[in-house]
């Protein structure tokens, strides 16, 4: 099984990745959480993403597409991968195309989780993640069983830097100008499935099982 993730900033990509990978047991992989761990880490590399994540700006594509060709070579990813934040660009499209092509192998599907603009700025002020495992919660929409506190492993919960409202406007507008033009390039492969980001977690993930059964 070969998904991507696609949708707006806040659309509930990782949430249901994460959902996705627990059912059906193939890995998650989010560049977005690759690179704060880099960050965590004080790496070269989290050094460099830094700056752009800081700005609502997409990192580079030779840095991410480096990163992410290193993660799909390791041992877990044999039978398959949910992809969430990646790909971003047509750039970064063509070249994972390329990368399974060349290995005789191609993506099943890629779920375009959709959701209008005026409810992301509602999601992202909301959010919070633990600064141990990246779980992520809502306040109000998917809320924490101890307030504060990762349900997953106990760690603490914090607001990512990058959704302040400013941030996510700019990341919104990124999104729009060079994400959403990856809904029609897999149209054309003939892989898009949308799902409405707007019902609850459990039903959007119901809607995605159905997609994948
Ligand atoms: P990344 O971490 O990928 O951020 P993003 O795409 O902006 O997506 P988010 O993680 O913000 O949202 P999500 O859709 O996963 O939503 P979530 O499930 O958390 O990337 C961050 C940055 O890294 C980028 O800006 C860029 O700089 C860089 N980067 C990453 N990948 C890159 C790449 N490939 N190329 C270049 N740069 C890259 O949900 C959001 C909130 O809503 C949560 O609080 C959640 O609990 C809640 N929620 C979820 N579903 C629902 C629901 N159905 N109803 C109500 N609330 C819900």
Do not use: W
Request: with cysteine.
């Amino acid at each position: 099984m070969k998904i991507v993730m696609l949708g707006a900033p806040g659309a509930g990509k990782g949430t249901q990745a994460k959902m996705i990978s627990a059912k059906y047991g193939v890995p998650h992989i989010s560049t977005g959480d690759i690179f704060r761990a880099n960050i965590k880490n004080g790496t070269e590399l989290g050094e460099k993403a830094k700056k752009y994540m800081d700005q609502g700006l997409l990192v580079p594509d030779e840095l991410t597409l480096a990163l992410i060709m290193d993660r799909f070579a390791q041992d877990d990813c044999k039978n398959g991968y949910v992809l969430d934040g990646f790909p971003r660009t047509i750039a970064q499209a063509e070249a994972l195309t390329k990368s399974l092509k060349d290995n005789g192998d191609a993506l099943d599907m890629a779920i375009d989780v959709d959701v209008p603009d005026e409810n992301i700025i509602e999601r992202m002020g909301g959010r919070r993640a633990c600064v141990n495992c990246g779980g992520t919660y809502h306040i109000l929409f998917n809320p924490p069983h101890r307030a504060g506190f990762c349900d997953l492993c106990g760690g603490e919960l914090s607001i990512r830097k990058d959704d302040l409202p400013e941030t996510v406007k700019k990341r919104l507008t990124v999104y729009h100008e060079q994400t959403q033009p990856l809904i029609d390039y897999y149209t054309g492969e003939g892989i898009l499935r949308t799902v409405d980001g707007t019902k609850d977690v459990n039903e959007v993930f119901a809607a995605i099982t159905e997609l994948l059964a």
